[in-house]
């Protein structure tokens, strides 16, 4: 075997190892990258399930098909102080028993739970945030109109 056969096998096992690496099917965590909290795949579908039960499918596309548990999940994790986020994890573990549950056992759990409490109130502000920030509402429910805007030069004012 001569050298550059073998640097060129050296280099096919080193890429194949980069390969297989990122090819891992490891369904323990969430879906996405997250820095300072952790969260498993079954954490992110309760967090999927309690979006939906706020902002429901109709006729235009609700939470889940929006993945707007995505958008609470990072802007949790980046955006929140460390004691919320400790008060979000223990509020998701709270809401456990919810997995499973129908959209109206999920409502009127959230009308039981006290106005103050951090989960709720970082679960609800962050889906809303999400839902007005999407593409779906950006391109197909508000209207924009760039500036200046319309102008009507012939407005008869009545003194």
Known sequence: MNRRTAIR??????????IASSCSTDTGGSSIQLNTIKLT????ALL????????????????????LHLFV?????DCS?????????????????????????????????????VFFHLLKRRTIQGYMNSEYVMKNKLVYELIPGRYNGAVKIEV
């Open 9 to 18: 096998q050296l280099f096919f096992v080193a890429g194949g190892m980069v």
């Open 41 to 44: 795949a079954k954490d992110e």
């Open 48 to 67: 999927a399930q309690l979006v939906e039960a706020i902002i429901p499918s109709s006729d235009s596309p609700g939470a889940k098909e929006l993945n």
């Open 73 to 77: 999940m990072k802007m949790v994790d």
């Open 81 to 117: 102080s460390p004691e919320e986020q400790e008060q979000f994890i223990a509020g998701l573990k709270s809401a456990k028993k919810l997995d499973g549950r129908s959209t109206d056992e999920i409502l009127a759990y959230f009308e039981g739970v006290p106005k103050d409490d």
